[in-house]
């Protein structure tokens, strides 16, 4: 069947935190289930990589300065969140596009590890959870998005895009789910 890893995308300080400089609630709300989901995949020994948006200060970017200024290297608003403690086992994997795999070492990273499977949560459903979902599709992995360990700033948005990974890209579970095939080992 292969490994799993826990892919946590983007929940940094600039999406998480009400002072940040692109906050917005969800993601607040879905904080303390991605830890959740986090601890239990800590008690099964599933591979932990944090996906960390992150501009370079300074460096023109084309796409960055598209969009409003966030994530900037050293400013702390691309550090990830203190709720999701990270442990020196863990991988975090910068990057300066929507998806995980676009630019970083994160294939090599999972392939080096035989892992097969990918839980996916964070924020952004239509940006760059869906483009990580898409490319580890293309990839061949195995793709487990969370429903309730994921958002963005339109319910509705968050919901078609949900529904159109289900249909064509990996797998849309809840938490409650995941835990039962953590604990069955079927995942």
């Given at each position: 069947?292969?490994?799993?890893?826990?892919?946590?995308?983007?929940?940094?300080?600039d999406?998480?935190?009400?002072?940040?400089?692109?906050?917005?609630?969800?993601?607040?709300?879905?904080?303390?289930?991605?830890?959740?989901?986090?601890?239990?995949?800590r008690?099964?020994?599933?591979?932990?990589?944090?996906?960390?948006?992150?501009n370079?200060?300074?460096?023109?970017?084309?796409?960055?300065?598209?969009?409003?200024?966030?994530?900037?290297?050293?400013s702390?608003?691309e550090?990830?969140?203190?709720?999701?403690?990270?442990?020196e086992?863990?991988?975090?994997?910068?990057?300066r596009r929507?998806s995980?795999?676009?630019?970083?070492?994160?294939?090599?990273?999972?392939?080096?590890?035989?892992?097969k499977?990918?839980i996916?949560?964070?924020?952004?459903?239509?940006?760059?959870?869906?483009?990580?979902?898409?490319?580890?599709?293309?990839?061949?992995?195995?793709?487990?998005?969370?429903?309730?360990?994921?958002?963005t700033n339109?319910?509705?948005v968050?919901?078609?895009?949900l529904?159109?990974?289900?249909?064509?890209?990996?797998?849309?579970?809840?938490?409650?789910?995941?835990?039962?095939?953590?604990?069955?080992?079927?995942?």
């Open positions: 069947m292969g490994k799993t890893a826990l892919l946590i995308v983007d929940m940094v300080k999406f998480t935190d009400p002072d940040g400089l692109v906050f917005y609630p969800q993601n607040r709300e879905i904080l303390p289930k991605i830890k959740r989901v986090l601890d239990k995949c008690e099964k020994d599933v591979l932990v990589v944090y996906l960390q948006h992150c370079r200060k300074g460096k023109f970017d084309r796409k960055a300065a598209a969009m409003r200024p966030n994530c900037i290297e050293g702390g608003g550090e990830i969140d203190p709720m999701l403690p990270v442990e086992s863990d991988y975090v994997i910068k990057k929507y995980g795999f676009f630019a970083t070492d994160l294939d090599l990273v999972l392939r080096e590890n035989d892992v499977n990918v996916i949560v964070g924020t952004k459903t239509n940006c760059c959870i869906r483009a990580t979902v898409t490319d580890a599709f293309y990839l061949d992995y195995e793709g487990y998005v969370i429903s309730d360990c994921v958002a339109s319910e509705t968050n919901r078609v895009h529904e159109d990974i289900d249909k064509y890209l990996g797998h849309v579970i809840d938490s409650e789910t995941l835990f039962k095939m953590l604990d069955e080992g079927t995942l």
